[in-house]
C-alpha cells in the first residue's frame, strides 16, 4: 500500500456533487451510506487522485481550497469556460464545486 492524503470535501448533496466532479475528469468509485436514509460519503477518483465527498455536517466544512496539479489545465479551462491565468510556478484556474469548495487547478509551468 501506498501511503496517500485524500481531501474530504462536504457536500449537500453526493449525486450532484458527483456529476460535477465528473466534469473535472473524476469517476465515482465507491459509495456508502449507514442506512438507505442516511448522508452519503462518496469516494471520486482521477487517475491517482482520490477525493471524498461527505454529505456528513461534521465531516469538513464548506469552502475548503484543494489544489489539483493537472497535466492540461487548458482543456478543463474550456470544459468550465474559463481563462486560465498565469503564476510563476503554474498556468491556473480556480472553480468552485456546487457546494462552494475552492479546487485551483494548475498545470506546471517550466
Do not use: C, K
Request: hydrophobic residues 45%; proline residues 7%.
Amino acid at each position: 500500500m501506498d501511503e496517500e492524503v485524500i481531501p474530504i470535501l462536504r457536500v449537500e448533496n453526493a449525486a450532484a456533487a458527483v456529476s460535477w466532479y465528473e466534469r473535472l475528469g473524476f469517476t465515482p468509485q465507491w459509495e456508502h451510506r449507514f442506512a438507505p436514509e442516511l448522508p452519503a460519503f462518496v469516494e471520486v477518483a482521477r487517475g491517482g487522485v482520490r477525493l471524498f465527498l461527505s454529505e456528513h455536517s461534521g465531516d469538513a466544512r464548506p469552502d475548503t481550497l484543494v489544489y489539483l496539479r493537472v497535466l492540461d489545465v487548458e482543456a478543463i479551462a474550456s470544459e468550465f469556460g474559463v481563462q486560465a491565468e498565469d503564476a510563476p510556478w503554474a498556468r491556473e484556474i480556480e472553480l468552485r464545486d456546487p457546494d462552494g469548495n475552492r479546487l485551483r487547478i494548475g498545470t506546471p509551468t517550466d
